[in-house]
């Protein structure tokens, strides 16, 4: 953290959102802020959360978050490395869930007798 004068004289330290914020305002491409309000099922409570993402040329992507709830504000700039982790898991997820779903409709398919496509030539009589 910094630490900065106001008006009055006195120091304000500078959040590491702020400075990380501040810092890339005019140097990176952002996108707009997207707001997400979650409502629990079981409590009822909403949570509230800002989302930006910010590309900085060579260094990566950093996504801003901010949670607004009844305890109060988080802000969270998560740095390229986690967000690119992030992205990853996702993409693992969304091919094993591929996967699933292939060997699913292919077992299905040999059920009602169908010959994959690339078995049909080899079977026409």
């Known amino acids: 953290m910094t630490n900065e004068v106001n008006l009055n004289g006195a120091e304000r330290t500078i959040a590491k959102y702020d400075r990380l914020r501040g810092g890339l305002k005019d140097v990176a491409l952002f996108t707009k802020p997207t707001t997400v309000r979650n409502v629990e099922s079981v409590t009822g409570r909403t949570e509230t959360f800002v ?27 998560l740095p390229p490395k986690v967000a ?40 026409i009589s």
């Open 84 to 123: 690119d982790a992030i992205a990853s898991q996702r993409e693992a997820l969304t091919t094993r869930r591929r996967k699933i779903a292939a060997k699913r409709l292919a077992q299905e398919r040999m059920e009602r007798g169908e010959v994959p496509g690339f078995l049909r030539s080899r079977h």
């Open 51 to 77: 989302i930006e993402t910010c590309r900085y040329e060579d260094k990566g992507d950093y996504i801003f978050v901010e949670c607004m709830e009844e305890a109060g504000l988080t802000r969270l700039c």
